[in-house]
Nanobody, 115 residues
């Protein structure tokens, strides 16, 4: 079993920055990709950013140019640097790890962008 623990959420003003972290622990096999998804109030869960073990990345259209995903394979960790935050970025952010035949989710961390 693999566990994902997120940290770094909180309240920030519009235009501000936050950095989310996610660390995997437990029975870790090969993690093919890690990523961040979010679910805002009344919305479906959507991709924010994803990074493969080789470093390839893809981003949701609404965060391109503002968010940056990075990964530390040695620490089985993934990070999300969020800049120029907007009110519409308010959501619960979930860490995701893709293994060969299954995927795991973290418990989520709340990000609230408000003045």
């Amino acid at each position: 079993q693999l566990q994902l623990v997120e940290s770094g959420g909180g309240l920030v003003q519009p235009g501000g920055s936050l950095r989310l972290s996610c660390a995997a622990s437990g029975r870790i096999f090969v993690i093919n990709a890690m990523g961040w998804y979010r679910q805002g109030p009344g919305k479906q869960r959507e991709l924010v950013a994803r990074i493969t073990s080789g470093g390839s990345t893809n981003y949701g259209d609404s965060v391109k140019g503002r968010f940056t995903i990075s990964r530390d394979n040695a620490r089985n960790s993934v990070y999300l640097q969020m800049n120029s935050l907007k009110a519409e970025d308010t959501a619960v952010y979930y860490c995701n790890a893709e293994l060969k035949s299954t995927a795991y989710w973290g418990q989520g961390t709340q990000v609230t962008v408000s003045s």
